[in-house]
């Protein structure tokens, strides 16, 4: 990962009005030391993985408030253009890849490449656990332990999210085929559909906000509770029975997912927070 950060001289941010005092974070102020910033990517001044100028560099070199100069990085990051790590700084980010929710399932290796992403996987862990909740709820099987699976993902040296595949006892030799695999390209689907001549029927995904625990935030370079975009990936085989569970968690302004649907349809089901349903 490059550290590098621009020399530029730095433009004058003018307020549209004398200031008296410390300088506030006038919507005009923080929106010139964004556009700024966007300009010296643009510009390749500043580029995927570089570091960018500490808040107290911002500070001096723009005569801006940490007011101000903390709201432009949350917008920035919030958009999706930087990721700020703990202890570390704040880094330009890679494009967000989109994933549509449409009318085929991919696989995260799969949504990358079409993207343009290559992507380096690194195995965490390979272990036989007892399930979460809602692992054990899909399986049926509350008392029996489990094969978990657990890779990172990263481009560019920095990391996209961490991936728990969750297999029953009888598909463990699933998870043992994706550890020694030297392809990276290599996922649970092209070993079910390829090497064992399975066919994939329903998929469902469950996208949610939670909480990280210290194992991710540590492999994300988060710090623990960071609140992260996360999805549940339900696999059903061609005959309705569960192939697998698999868990996602993503870094921050890394992924988005795009859901198009017509005005009136049925068959699509919406939970709120386990409130509320509608069809």
Do not use: W
């Not at 862990?125 to 709820?137: G, I, Q, T």
């Not at 990276?184 to 689907?189: D, I, Q, R």
């Amino acid at each position: 990962m490059s550290t590098k950060e621009a020399k530029v001289t730095a433009p004058v941010l003018t307020a549209t009005a004398p200031l008296s005092g410390p300088r506030k974070a006038t919507p005009f102020l923080y929106k010139q030391l964004i556009q700024t910033l966007e300009d010296r990517v643009r510009r390749g001044e500043l580029q995927v993985g570089d570091l960018v100028p500490s808040e107290n560099q911002l500070i001096k070199e723009f005569q801006v408030s940490r007011v101000t100069v903390r709201k432009a990085l949350l917008e920035l990051e919030q958009r999706g253009i930087v990721t700020r790590l703990h202890g570390k700084g704040t880094y330009i980010n890679s494009s967000t890849v989109p994933q549509l929710l449409q009318a085929e399932a991919r696989t995260i290796v799969e949504t990358f490449e079409v993207a343009g992403v290559d992507l380096d996987v690194e195995i965490l862990a390979l272990e036989h656990v007892d399930p979460p909740s809602h692992v054990a709820a899909v399986f049926g099987e509350l008392d029996q332990k489990v094969v978990c699976l657990t890779r990172r993902y990263s481009s560019d040296g920095l990391p996209i999210g961490v991936v728990s595949l969750y297999l029953p006892l009888a598909m463990s030799g699933v998870a043992y085929i994706l550890k020694d695999s030297r392809d990276a390209k290599e996922t649970s689907y092209s070993v079910f559909e390829k090497q064992l001549g399975i066919s994939i029927g329903l998929v469902k995904h469950v996208v949610k906000t939670a909480a990280i625990d210290v194992a991710t935030a540590e492999a994300l370079d988060l710090e623990e509770g960071h609140i992260c975009l996360s999805m549940d990936r339900i696999t059903r085989s061609s005959h309705g029975g569960v192939l697998e569970v698999m868990s996602f968690v993503y870094a921050p302004g890394r992924v988005s997912f795009e859901i198009e649907l017509p005005r009136h349809a049925t068959g699509m089901t919406i939970r709120l927070a386990d409130y509320f349903e509608t069809t």
